[in-house]
């Protein structure tokens, strides 16, 4: 048995911070996949079947700041949709990816630097495993900083939306991510 005092009865409704988690988390989810996937893909169309062929816009290359400006527009449009945004919302939006993905353009650039290093390192006749430790550890570093802008431009995009729109955002989220589950 419990020594605690029983609590007086109020007639408010218990609060579930874990719907709270659960909106912050997909809404994450949502600004994070329009940024992840503009970041990664660099031009307009994300590879695709493009004038160089299928997905040949991956790797190091530079992103074009008009192509990418034009991918995050379009892939906030598609993905603010079905919440009823404004145009001003959209453009918003747009424009957090869009600064996060200029921020975030030299890690990028320094992440595939990295690939080649880690390719040369294990090329050689004999494993050198302090120097693959040192870049694992400052690609842990960058992994870091690339988290930390990408939860920052979350919360900034999440602030332009209602907490109507934010629950609907949330609600195809789940719908699109059982699509691709199943």
Not at 18 to 44: E, N
Not at 67 to 95: G, H
Request: charged share 25%.
């Amino acid at each position: 048995m419990s020594n605690e005092a029983p609590t007086p009865q109020t007639n408010e409704t218990p609060r579930k911070p874990w719907r709270r988690i659960a909106i912050a988390t997909l809404i994450a989810g949502a600004v994070a996949g329009i940024g992840f996937k503009a970041y990664a893909h660099g031009g307009p169309w994300g590879g695709g079947c493009g004038a160089r062929g299928w997905h040949a816009s991956h790797g190091a290359g530079a992103m074009d700041p008009e192509a990418m400006k034009k991918r995050t527009d379009a892939m906030a449009r598609w993905m603010l949709a079905d919440v009823n945004a404004t145009e001003a919302q959209q453009q918003q939006i747009a424009a957090i990816v869009a600064t996060t993905m200029t921020e975030l353009a030299p890690l990028r650039q320094k992440h595939f630097e990295a690939r080649k290093q880690a390719a040369e390192i294990l090329a050689k006749p004999s494993v050198d495993r302090a120097a693959l430790e040192t870049l694992r550890a400052q690609e842990m570093a960058a992994a870091d900083q690339v988290s930390k802008r990408i939860t920052q431009a979350i919360a900034d995009a999440a602030e332009v939306l209602s907490p109507e729109q934010r629950a609907q955002l949330v609600e195809r989220m789940q719908r699109m991510r059982g699509r691709w589950q199943s």
